[in-house]
């Protein structure tokens, strides 16, 4: 049977530490503030946004929450970040996903100060990535990456297989996880074997939305399991990608949906938003 990847208490070990830093900032006067941009009501981002804001109030982070109608036009955001971007006393702002079809999701996502981009979206933090230089990276990739890093494991030389290349994990997740030297496969919907590239895999991170993609058979005994899924399922609740009963049986290791990467996540965002503080100056 596998160890569990406790995303929870990894989470409470880089929390404790932000409220650290953020109360090192209070006591030179300056109060961490995050802002947070939602435009429509789409019930997932309404509920990400008002559990994040609970999340701030315990590390003693200010969080502003703007509520947008969702028929509002790209001009009325536009000025929003750009005043967010201007104003001193705000040093993160994240733009909550999906924007409706109206708006010009990549324009917004690239007006985004770099600075004060704390989910890695605008195309200089993507640029930085690539480069292997410092930037804002965006949390879900992270919290894969820490949820690897906290099994002990070097990746130096091992084989990391990483299923789905979407814009929000597995592409970032790619350049982000080379620093730590593992040989890297990328796989996604037309990958010939994908079970066969699974198993050839030390370390398997799944990132696709798609329930029970990824069964025990697939996987190397003693391989280390990540899994960002998040596929609901009928009746309430959640799932991820790879199918638990059967994957634990032979990993070492497995992160649990939920309980294990989405657990990470709002706390990885405000460790962007000090290491952002750190960047702008403060
Ligand atoms: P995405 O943009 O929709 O990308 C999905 C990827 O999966 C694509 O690259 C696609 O391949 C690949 N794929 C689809 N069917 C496949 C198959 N049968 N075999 C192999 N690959 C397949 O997704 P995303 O936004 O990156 O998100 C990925 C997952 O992470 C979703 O479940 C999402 O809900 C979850 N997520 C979790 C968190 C969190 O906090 N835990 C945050 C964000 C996202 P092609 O490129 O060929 O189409």
Redesign the pocket.
């Known amino acids: 049977m596998a160890n569990i990847i406790d995303g929870k208490l990894i989470a409470k070990e880089i929390r404790e530490k932000v409220a650290l830093d953020v109360e090192a900032f209070k006591a030179k006067g300056v109060e961490p503030r995050l802002a947070v941009v939602l435009v429509g009501n789409d019930p997932a981002s309404v509920w990400y946004a008002k559990s994040k804001k609970k999340a701030a109030e315990k590390v003693g982070i200010l969080y502003d929450f703007y509520e947008l109608s969702s028929e509002t036009e790209q001009e009325e955001v536009e000025i929003l970040v750009d005043r967010l971007n201007q104003d001193e006393n705000v040093h993160g702002i994240m733009i909550e996903l999906p924007l409706p079809a109206q708006l010009d999701k990549d324009k917004i996502m690239g007006m985004v100060d770099p600075l004060k981009d704390v989910d890695g979206v605008n195309p200089i933090n993507r640029g930085y990535i690539l480069q292997g230089s410092e930037g804002l990276f965006p949390?879900?990739p992270e919290?894969c990456i820490e949820c690897v890093l906290s099994t002990g494991i070097d990746m130096t030389g091992k084989k990391a297989v990483i299923?789905?290349?979407?814009?929000?994990?597995?592409?970032p997740l790619v350049f982000m996880l080379l620093k730590y030297n593992p040989t890297i496969t990328v796989?996604?919907?037309?990958?010939k074997n994908?079970a066969e590239e699974v198993k050839s895999a030390d370390v398997v991170i799944?990132?696709?939305?798609?329930a029970g993609?990824i069964t025990g058979d697939m996987i190397k005994e003693g391989a280390i399991v990540v899994d960002?899924?998040?596929?609901e399922v009928e009746g309430g609740g959640y799932v991820?990608?790879v199918d638990y009963e059967s994957a634990e049986k032979v990993a070492s290791h497995i992160s649990p949906?939920p309980g294990?990467?989405?657990s990470l996540?709002t706390v990885l965002l405000f460790r962007n938003l000090i290491k952002g503080m750190g960047l702008q100056g403060k």
């Not at 299923?163 to 592409?171: A, P, Q, S």
């Not at 796989?187 to 990958?191: A, G, M, V």
């Not at 799944?206 to 798609?210: D, E, K, L, P, Q």
């Open positions: 949390a879900t919290s299923v789905g290349r979407g814009e929000t994990v597995g592409k796989c996604h919907s037309r990958t994908l799944a990132a696709v939305g798609r993609l960002a899924g998040v596929n991820g990608d949906v294990g990467v989405g996540t």
